[in-house]
């Protein structure tokens, strides 16, 4: 840590140890900069310090959130021990000033083009990553796949349908995740450990290519963790749930890009929002991280 001694005597007064990991981290992040401009982060510039924020690699406005926190709060701290001028100096900096466009560009997709034709074993072999990225792209929960009936998927070209438990329904535009789907839903065999072998009838949409006896059924944990492995197989090189092709990064793509079209399309940020989050209120951080978040995947990929 740069400035160590002034660092750890601000930690030693840190009571909660969850709070403590998390400022570890962030001086470690900084250090760079501070050793750079040979200054103490709490004197760095407004400027400098969202220059600074921005090349930490970051993927989550509310990691953001927590960061500007976490520097406002030892600044505060700075100003109130070490240095009583700062007082009159107090850095203003929001999550709102913060650009994360060039991050998204690396992690985030803008259509499903990118999950059909992904390092992902293709549909026909019985491999459901695909099919469980698209329906997270389009808003599914792993709950609704887990319990979605194969006879409420109506595969129809560009008018595909699906008919989710509490009867909502999810319309399906695009013809090559139509085809994507079918294909899944028409395998008889897959292959495991090189061998064909046949899938377990069912009812529900999502079957099993089974391994051994057991490997009857789907449940949340055991979809999530066949994605997680999935992710950790096809993409080693950057490993993480914040990652491209990750479950999380295509679920909140595809919630970016319904609120963004439906901005494009004159709903106001309240209301696209909601459509998202039902009775999230304006004021709340969760509504301001979505706002931050639909703007700069909107900067991102230049959607007008």
């Known amino acids: 840590m740069y400035n160590a001694e002034v660092k750890e005597q601000f930690l030693n007064a840190i009571e909660r140890s969850a709070t403590l990991s998390n400022l570890y981290t962030l001086f470690s992040k900084t250090e760079e900069t501070e050793k750079e401009l040979d200054t103490d982060l709490a004197l760095i510039s407004r400027e400098q310090t ?27 701290w700075y100003s109130e021990t070490i240095d009583n001028s700062l007082r009159y100096h107090s850095i203003n900096i929001e999550m709102e000033d913060v650009d994360l466009s060039d991050n998204y560009k690396k992690v985030m997709i803008q259509s499903t083009d990118e999950i059909i034709h992904s390092k992902y074993p293709d549909p026909e072999t019985g491999d459901p990553i695909i099919p469980i990225l698209i329906f997270a792209f389009y808003g599914m929960s792993l709950k609704d796949m887990v319990e979605l009936e194969s006879d409420n998927v109506f595969i129809s070209g560009a008018n595909t349908r699906v008919i989710l438990g509490d009867n909502r329904v999810i319309v399906i535009n695009d013809l090559n995740v139509a085809k994507a789907l079918l294909r899944y839903q028409q395998c008889e065999f897959g292959y495991k450990r090189g061998a064909k072998i046949r899938k377990i009838e069912t009812s529900k949409f999502f079957y099993r290519i089974p391994s051994r006896k057991t490997d009857t059924t789907w449940d949340v944990d055991r979809m999530r963790k066949y994605v997680t492995d999935g992710r950790k197989k096809y993409y080693a090189d950057d490993y993480g749930e914040n990652s491209y092709m990750s479950l999380k990064t295509v679920e909140l793509s595809g919630r970016l890009n319904r609120i963004v079209h439906a901005l ?29 978040s639909a703007a700069c995947y909107q900067r991102a990929f230049n959607i007008e």
């Open 264 to 292: 494009i399309s004159g709903t106001s940020i309240e209301d696209a929002v909601a459509m998202e989050y039902p009775g999230e209120k304006t004021r709340s951080v969760k509504f301001r991280v979505l706002r931050c």
């Open 50 to 76: 969202i220059s600074m924020i921005e090349q930490f690699g970051y993927r989550q406005y509310s990691t953001v959130a927590d960061t500007i926190s976490n520097i406002k709060r030892y600044r505060k």
